[in-house]
C-alpha cells in the first residue's frame, strides 16, 4: 500500500506494543523512523528488533528535516508538550499519536497530524496518514485488517 503512495518514509508515533508488528512494518521495504509510546512493554526487544530490521527507533522524540520542511515526532503522551512543540515556530510538522484517533489541525504555521492507529481496535477505524512534504497536503487511509 504504501508503495502505491510512493511512500518514501514511514513514521511511526509509538505504540507498537509488540516486536512483531515492527517486523511486519519493516516487511514494506522503506526506511522507518519511529518513537516509544506509552503501551511498549517490551522496549528492550522493540530496540533488538528495530536494530535487526534497520528501523531508527528513538525513545521519546524524532527531528527529522525533509525538502526544508523539520518534523517532530512524538507519541504524544502529554498534549501541552505537542501543543508547545507547534508553537515553538521550530517544526514545519508535529507527528504525533496517542489518543488512536486521527486528527489533522494546525497551530500557527505548525501542521499537526495524528494518524490514528494502524490496528483499529480502539477507535473502531485502523488508519495511516500520508503526508506530501512538497504541497503539504494530508491525506488519510483506511486499512482493511
Known amino acids: 500500500m504504501f508503495k502505491d503512495y510512493n511512500v518514501k ?4 508515533a ?7 508488528t515492527l517486523k511486519r512494518l519493516a516487511q514494506a521495504g522503506i526506511k522507518i523512523i519511529g ?3 506509552n503501551n511498549d512493554g517490551e522496549k528492550r526487544l522493540l530496540l533488538e528488533f528495530a536494530k535487526k530490521f534497520n528501523v531508527d527507533l528513538k525513545t521519546e522524540t524524532a527531528t527529522i528535516s525533509i525538502n526544508d ?11 501541552i508538550i505537542v501543543e508547545a512543540l507547534a508553537r515553538s515556530n521550530m517544526f514545519d510538522v508535529v507527528v504525533y499519536g496517542h489518543t488512536h484517533k ?5 497551530i500557527g504555521k505548525t501542521l499537526l497530524i495524528n494518524p ?5 481496535y480502539l477507535s473502531g477505524e485502523a488508519t495511516v496518514a500520508i503526508l506530501d512534504v512538497e504541497t503539504m497536503d494530508v491525506k488519510f487511509l483506511t486499512l482493511n485488517v
Do not use: M, Q, Y
Open 9 to 12: 518514509l514511514i513514521l511511526h
Open 14 to 20: 509509538g505504540d507498537w506494543i509488540a516486536p512483531f
Open 102 to 106: 486521527k486528527e489533522l489541525r494546525r
Open 35 to 37: 518513537v516509544f509510546g
Open 69 to 79: 520542511k523539520n518534523i517532530a515526532l512524538i507519541h504524544g503522551t502529554s498534549s
Open 116 to 120: 490514528g492507529e494502524a490496528c483499529g
